[in-house]
């Protein structure tokens, strides 16, 4: 017997046109986004650290406007600002871990796309190192600070496999809400994924929280053997082999700006 819980359906959400440079030059987060180096949020911290001199001078002043002239130096490096926007998607294997780079020398999902752009490219959100599946890469900062945004509600389907078959009470009450230590978490839509094999969960969420569908199943009593992440944005892994990337297409591309 298979229990589904319908997705939300808002409508489609689209995102508001960038403004204009205005002739007032680019906002210095938005120059430092631009460039690769990070989401705009993550550029507010830095400039705030003091991590940003503009023509030799650190600029802590949120909002400063860098004119064509100007020169950005990011931690003592020259930032060169640019228009190419990459999008690479991923089919992440195991044990690699969702970060830029690792203190410990761990393999990374930046060793493995490291052909595929010139431009400096970094993961959208995260998958922890034993999860498999879909990931986003790119170097469009503003892109990916709305999709990591709550607010966006970023559909993400995974296929688990767990220790033992769930019960029908359990899928209900993953639909219905999980109770957390970070507050209730709930699935937009669950259902047994093999009709013989109870223990294969099919379970699609919007939460960016940390390890939420393995946390899920945990508070159920159930330990997470497998994660694999198979749709994220509406990007599936379709003629994707583990452990290889592409580059997105215009179709791909728009669905992600929707």
Not at 93 to 100: A, E, R
Not at 229 to 234: D, E, F, L, P
Request: charge should be positive; aromatic fraction near 6%.
């Amino acid at each position: 017997m298979r229990k589904r819980i319908p997705i939300k359906k808002d409508g489609p959400k689209f995102f508001a046109k960038e403004k204009t440079d205005d002739g007032k030059g680019t906002r210095l987060n938005k120059f430092i986004s631009n460039a690769g180096i990070c989401a705009r949020r993550k550029a507010d911290d830095f400039i705030i650290a003091g991590k940003v001199t503009v023509d030799g001078k650190v600029v802590n002043e949120m909002g400063y406007r860098v004119k064509p002239n100007q020169e950005v130096k990011f931690e003592g490096k020259l930032v060169k600002s640019f228009n190419k926007k990459v999008y690479v998607l991923l089919n992440k294997p195991k044990n690699f871990i969702t970060t830029t780079n690792d203190e410990k020398d761990r393999k990374t999902v930046m060793d493995l796309v490291k052909g595929a752009s010139t431009e400096r490219l970094y993961p959208v959100g995260r998958l922890d190192r034993g999860t498999t599946g879909l990931i986003l890469l790119t170097n469009d900062g503003d892109l990916a600070q709305k999709l990591s945004h709550p607010s966006k509600e970023v559909s993400k389907l995974y296929m688990a496999k767990v220790d033992k078959p769930v019960t029908l009470a359990h899928l209900e009450q993953l639909a219905s809400g999980v109770k957390l230590d970070d507050g209730l978490a709930n699935a937009d839509e669950v259902a047994y994924a093999d009709d013989h094999d109870k223990s294969i969960i099919g379970i699609q969420i919007h939460s960016g929280r940390n390890r939420v569908v393995r946390r899920m199943f945990e508070a159920l009593g159930y330990t997470v053997e497998k994660l694999d992440r198979v749709m994220y944005a509406g990007l599936t892994k379709k003629d994707l082999p583990r452990g290889k990337w592409k580059h997105l297409n215009d179709r791909e591309i728009g669905m992600l700006m929707r």
